[in-house]
């Protein structure tokens, strides 16, 4: 009877140290904030479709490759280096570097804005790009990451 009462008082004893410890810890973290919208997509983009008239054309289907790379500037810009190509003679189609993007909350995307007009958007990990071609033609070049 003896060893029971002191078996049962150390499993007590254990039980309130554990409760101590286990109550003692703060449960009041504050969580990591969420990343800044540059962060969010900052990266590297694929060309995977082009959108035109409403239509949807896979890579596969189009004489232009290439990839975006999108870098982050301050918490709300970032640059767009864009390097697609003509598959077939490798000449530029829509080559270059455009810095102070601006990256502006949208409903459940991430608008991209430049000189004032919006040219662009991220949702999730697919990036569209609002252009025109030589001959006046609007298309959306679709890239994911």
Do not use: H, W
């Not at 608008?111 to 919006?118: D, K, T």
Request: proline share 2%; with cysteine.
């Amino acid at each position: 009877m003896k060893a029971l009462r002191y078996s049962l008082k150390s499993v007590l004893g254990i039980c309130m140290m554990l409760s101590l410890f286990l109550t003692s810890c703060d449960k009041n973290k504050e969580k990591d904030p969420a990343p800044d919208l540059a962060t969010q997509i900052e990266g590297n983009y694929a060309f995977t479709e082009v959108v035109i008239d409403g239509q949807t054309i896979p890579a596969t289907q189009t004489n232009i490759k290439g990839s975006v790379k999108i870098t982050r500037a301050t918490e709300t810009t970032v640059d767009v280096d864009l390097n697609i190509r003509q598959k077939t003679t490798n000449e530029d189609f829509l080559v270059g570097k455009v810095t102070g993007v601006i990256a502006s909350q949208g409903s459940g995307i991430i608008n991209l804005i430049y000189e004032g007009e919006n040219v662009g958007s991220v949702k999730g990990n697919k990036l569209s790009i609002k252009s025109v071609d030589e001959t006046d033609q609007e298309f959306t070049l679709v890239a994911v990451k």
